[in-house]
């Protein structure tokens, strides 16, 4: 853990975080502000599964059936395999930038790697439910379930790392003294 620990505070690990960090906001930028609204265009305002906190059965089984023909193809080729990069890299960037303000590799760096755990989760459940023929109850009750626990997990990673931030400058402001 060391190695990884120095890698990461060196000056190639500045770039890594930078590199790592562009991309989970180029990514999340595509998928929030191109992707997803033209998939949501066509189902009456009803929001793709991973926008929502949770979602009933009834709001899944609604959804895909409003889903046009262009839209589900749309998530399944561009959306989810998009959304299998995003967790990679953001779990680096969220890993990376931990280590760089706490200056050590800790317990805090599970929390992006279940962030990441429960997306996949999610996102393959999203896969089976826009392929099904017929939408289970048990399968929209799980697909919610992961995203309703990656979402609390994300806020979590969030607060961790405005945490560390606020700590980190509090040591810079006490160092500069």
Known sequence: MDK???AVLSKK???AVTVSGALTA???LVMNLVLIPKIEATTNGIRCFDM???YSFETAKEFLSL????GRSLYLTVQLPLDFVYPVAYTLFFCMLIIRLTKKANALL?????LAVFDYCENVCTIIMLKSAELSKPLATAGSIFTSVKTVLMYLVFAVIIVCIVRWCINKKR???
């Open 67 to 70: 889903l046009s023909d262009a």
């Open 4 to 6: 990884v620990k120095n």
């Open 13 to 15: 690990g500045t770039v």
């Open 26 to 28: 180029a990514v999340s």
């Open 52 to 54: 929502n906190f949770a």
């Open 175 to 177: 160092s500069a003294k």
């Open 110 to 114: 599970v929390l992006p790697a279940l």
